[in-house]
């Protein structure tokens, strides 16, 4: 098996851009690539796929235990021929200030992975070897591999850097990228535009994967991402669901431009767990397909208010399920669209589904962003009263409602409580939250909501 993680100095160093680029390389090297993301984000996991034609992996340490993380690693790599992963923020950002939880770092010690260090060239050359070196000094335990320079134009300054990173720091330097104003993608304020909206870039991936072909040394990097043999010998990796939850139960979900915010090993947990998945459009089709249980994922409503105000049959069709007790799972987005109406940020008021008794309204800054913890207050359609789930919020929207939240939500920093608030809402079989979450924590998730189909069938 081999693997590597590219991982970053900081945010917006351009290690999003080497991780797409080396997928295209890679792809069009002939290899079985298989792309994943440290953490909770779905909008990289989304270029991934576009790019590679591969569906890409969360590894999430706060959602996931190490146990879990270890399998959903292994059981994709080993169908792979390489493994790339794309790091979060910086190399030792995670939760809290302890380098190793949930950080990039940490990811890359529990699964012993070699680190491609993405650094900003730009206006450096020698300077360049201290940042490597602290990031070197910071966890000596780590091993930084290689180091891949952004924003580079020329040999030239690639060799001032170079020379510099491997006299002081003693690690190999594989290259650069320069500078490709074309590629530059486009970005809203949950951060990148979602690939589905982007097919306009699709030429340009050709572009960025002959640049990092013709700057940065492939071959080294191949051969410095073999694993340790011991470590990963392939196995049946045993599943976590049974197939007798779901089987004969179809499940709808939403998948368009306004609802694409999905884990794939979600969905992989449903299929695995005997569920027929039928996907649908609440922008476009006419109603929701003949099924037993809905799930509309996160995505960006707010910026398709005014189709979903208009397509009020599948707002009724909807409203039809909730009342004839079919169970319907939303996350983020998806309780935005289930309220009575979304205000957008041009002001702009857009009527929606009315299964819960509140409205929805966009603001100019992040309302939640991070992990919390979710004791469910009373029984819910996916755990009992008492039950935690570990799950991320991120949003810029306000849920006015007078309905009583189910969870009582708790923000944690290196063990101290620093925040608290209530949140998710249950009508009838119908649940929705602003928390997103990893199915694989905790199958039994998957079991009560499935559970509840069947009783409801």
């Known amino acids: 098996m081999k693997a590597f993680v590219v991982a970053g100095t900081n945010s917006g160093c351009g290690k999003t851009t080497i991780t797409l680029g080396l997928l295209k390389a890679l792809t069009q090297r002939k290899l079985a690539v298989q792309p994943y993301k440290v953490g909770p984000d779905y909008i990289d996991t989304a270029w ?88 070197q000094h910071f966890d000596p335990d780590l091993n930084i591999a290689g180091v891949i320079f952004n924003n580079v134009n020329s040999e030239s300054h690639l060799d001032l850097i170079r020379q510099a990173v491997e006299k002081y720091c003693d690690v190999p330097v594989l290259g650069r990228l320069p500078k490709l104003p074309q590629i530059e993608l486009p970005s809203r304020h949950l951060g990148l535009l979602t690939a589905q909206e982007s097919a306009k870039f699709d030429p340009h991936w050709q572009t960025l994967g002959e640049a990092i072909e013709e700057h940065i040394d492939i071959d080294a990097l191949l051969q410095m991402s073999e694993l340790d043999a011991t470590s990963y010998t392939p196995q049946a990796i045993p599943s976590p669901v049974e197939t007798s939850w779901g089987a004969g139960l179809r499940v709808a979900v939403a998948l368009d431009n306004a609802f694409n915010f999905y884990y794939q090993d979600n969905l992989d947990l449903l299929k695995a ?13 006419a109603c929701v397909p003949d099924c037993d249980c809905v799930y509309i994922g996160g995505g960006y409503p707010e910026s398709y208010g005014k189709e979903l105000a208009a397509n009020q049959t599948m707002r009724d069709s909807l409203q039809a399920l909730h009342r004839a007790g079919t169970p319907i799972y939303a996350e983020c987005g998806g309780l935005m669209y289930l309220g009575d109406a979304l205000t957008d940020t041009d002001g702009e008021r857009h009527e929606m589904v009315g299964i819960l008794s509140g409205e929805s309204q966009m603001t100019k800054s992040l309302k939640r962003f991070g992990y919390c913890f979710a004791r469910a207050t009373q029984d819910t359609l996916l755990v009992s009263e008492n039950q935690v789930l570990r799950g991320h ?15 009582d939500m708790t923000k944690e920093r290196d063990g101290d409580i620093i925040a608290q608030w209530g949140g998710g809402y249950q009508v009838g079989n119908t649940f929705a939250t602003y928390l997103h979450l990893h199915f694989a924590q905790n199958p039994d998730i998957l079991r009560h909501w499935l559970a509840t189909a069947r009783q409801a069938q």
């Open 273 to 285: 767990s005997g569920l027929d998945i039928v996907p649908f459009s609440p922008l476009t089709d």
């Open 48 to 135: 991934h796929t576009k790019v590679s034609g591969v569906a890409s992996r969360n590894l999430d340490a706060f959602m996931l235990s190490s146990n879990t993380l270890h399998n959903v690693f292994t059981s994709h790599t080993q169908q792979a021929d390489i493994a790339v992963i794309e790091g979060v923020m910086g190399l030792y950002d995670g939760y809290g200030t302890d380098p190793h939880y949930c950080s990039t770092a940490g990811l890359a010690r529990d699964l012993q992975l070699p680190v491609i260090l993405v650094v900003d060239g730009r206006a450096v050359s020698t300077s360049a070897a201290a940042t490597v070196m602290g990031f």
């Open 393 to 407: 919020e991120f949003h810029y929207s306000e849920f006015n409602t007078e309905l009583d939240p189910v969870f």
